[in-house]
């Protein structure tokens, strides 16, 4: 398989200088808090143990310990190996990618998380693919048809026309609170009776709690929308999103089933990090797991993380978005169609379905559940998930509607490697709450991943960016 690069073009003999200085400052000198650490576990198996454990071999030694194998954890770990540093992944699943994973179980590439390339002009994961030879596929927003609760079709012309309001709405909160409130309270203000407003509710929803992962009752008003991007129709890579961060991950070294449970770091001592299978010693760390994940302190630091960090690890917020893959014997809606809308209520339930029908020959709608729905719909058994979703499509398409042949569904808030989807603005929250992410702890931990920047948080593009950023970060500070 072609694989991507991600090196900035620097003599790889210069990195393998800089590898080779980095040790011999380990091995110079007095013993550092990391050597005490090893002498220390050496000297706990000489006691005496109730329980008798296996003798562990002694520590492996790196420069840097990437902890996750997403999309951010593999940009910095293969930009760090490139420039010649020794690099491993400990990774808690047996598969690389994260919250970018491939399903071809109902025949066609079933994105279980991230679908699109978002505004592919200037994207970086465009470059990826193209690197790679993976094709994209645009999805046109102006292909859709929105129906309305009572199935009802609602023409064109009225969506587009409220999508203005939407935007002339927005743009009035832009410009009038001077203190922050949940998007909902501040929409309700400048416009009584939006929210109530059947078109407008399901955009609001559709559109707005889709983009930012979270209902608009825990939204910034201030910040939900402030963030950036590029240029250009969204695409989906119809071979499958998970070529990229395969591509990525060819060559490094991933420790799959790798569990991190604990990291014990000193500032100049580098760190020894626990996991479910041994103890690793590092330079540096780059730690890349979901902010659910460290919102639920899956992993204790020793010492605690300054309470700058941890207050963006707390207040951040995280949201849910739920997916359901429906593959029938025929197609009953129409082909060409890229979206199909619907309002239902509550305004999170099935609003919104793509159509496999343009990329693929397989007969699949994927449903979406957005807002607050996920925590609802994510609790069902797969039966009562698709029986949910179903009402939603008979509503639309009528009640002959038949019985689907196959599914797939998404549980994001239930793994246990990823407690949601991504990271959203939540009231209260600004963007040095995110981007404080970007300070490294005691010149040792640094994190990276899709909530460790606001401009692009919640995105593909935005955790490979944050990823390069970090091992540019351990490069400066290795070099000095
Ligand atoms: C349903 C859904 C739809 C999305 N749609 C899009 C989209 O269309 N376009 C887009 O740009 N973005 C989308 N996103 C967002 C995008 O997928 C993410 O922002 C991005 O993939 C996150 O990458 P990451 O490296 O930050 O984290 P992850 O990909 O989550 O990587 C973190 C890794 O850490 C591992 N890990 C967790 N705990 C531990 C531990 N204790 N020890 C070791 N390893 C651990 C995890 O298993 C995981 O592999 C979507 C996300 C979801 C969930
Ligand atoms: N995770 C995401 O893809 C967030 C996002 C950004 N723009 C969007 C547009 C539609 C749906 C989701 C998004």
């Not at 790196?62 to 940009?75: E, K, M, R, Y």
């Not at 849910?320 to 339930?349: C, D, H, I, N």
Request: proline content about 6%.
């Amino acid at each position: 398989m072609a694989t991507c690069s991600v090196g900035n073009g620097e003599d790889e003999t210069l990195g393998k200088m800089k590898r080779e200085r980095t040790r011999r400052s380990y091995e110079n000198g007095n013993a550092t808090r990391r050597q005490i650490l090893k002498i220390g576990a050496g000297a706990a198996l000489a006691l005496p143990l109730t329980v008798p454990r296996p003798a562990k071999a002694q520590n492996e030694d790196f420069d840097v310990i990437v902890i996750g194998a997403g999309i951010s954890g593999l940009a910095a770990a293969r930009r760090l190996n490139e420039l010649g540093f020794s690099v491993v992944v400990l990774e808690a699943t047996s598969q690389v990618g994260g919250r970018i994973r491939t399903d071809w179980s109902l025949g066609a590439p079933f994105e279980v998380g991230a679908g699109w390339i978002h505004r592919p002009d200037g994207n970086p994961i465009s470059r990826l693919a193209a690197d790679i030879g993976a094709p994209t596929a645009v999805t046109p927003d102006e292909s859709f048809q929105v129906f309305a609760k009572d199935g009802q079709a609602i023409p064109a012309s009225v969506i587009e026309a409220k999508y203005f309001d939407l935007e002339r709405l927005y743009t009035r909160i832009d410009t009038t609170f001077d203190k922050d409130q949940p998007l909902s309270d501040a929409i309700r203000r400048v416009s009584k009776g939006s929210l109530q407003d059947p078109v407008l509710r399901w955009m609001m929803s559709a559109y707005t709690e889709f983009s930012t992962g979270a209902p608009v009752e825990k939204l910034s008003a201030y910040y939900f929308d402030e963030d950036d991007e590029y240029d250009g129709a969204d695409v989906v890579l119809p071979g499958g999103y998970d070529q990229i961060p395969k591509s990525l991950a060819d060559g490094l070294d991933i420790r799959r089933n790798t569990l991190v449970e604990s990291i014990e770091y000193e500032e100049g001592n580098g760190a020894a990090v626990h996991t479910s299978k041994a103890t690793f010693e590092s330079s540096f760390v780059i730690c890349t797991v979901p902010l659910g994940v460290l919102k639920k302190r899956i992993i204790t630091f020793d010492p605690p993380l300054p309470k700058a960090h941890q207050k963006s690890i707390d207040e951040i917020g995280f949201g849910s978005v739920t997916k359901l893959a429906l593959k029938f014997e025929r197609a009953f809606w129409p082909e060409g169609t890229q979206y199909f809308g619907y309002m239902s209520e509550p305004k999170g339930r099935w609003n919104y379905f793509v159509n496999y029908r343009t990329i693929s020959p397989e007969n699949i709608l994927l449903g979406v559940s957005v807002g607050d729905y996920p925590f609802v719909a994510e609790k069902m058994s797969d039966a009562d998930m698709i029986a949910d979703c179903m009402s939603a499509l008979r509503a639309m398409f009528g009640q002959n509607t038949p019985e689907p042949i196959g599914h797939l569904a998404t549980r994001w808030s239930e793994d246990p490697h990823t407690l949601g989807a991504y990271s959203y603005t939540a009231v209260g929250n600004t963007p040095a709450d995110f981007d404080r992410f970007a300070t490294p702890v005691a010149n040792t931990i640094l994190f990276a991943g899709e909530h460790t920047t606001f401009d692009f948080h919640g995105t593909v593009h935005g955790a490979y960016l944050s990823g390069l950023a970090a091992a540019d970060r351990v490069q400066r500070a290795l070099a000095k």
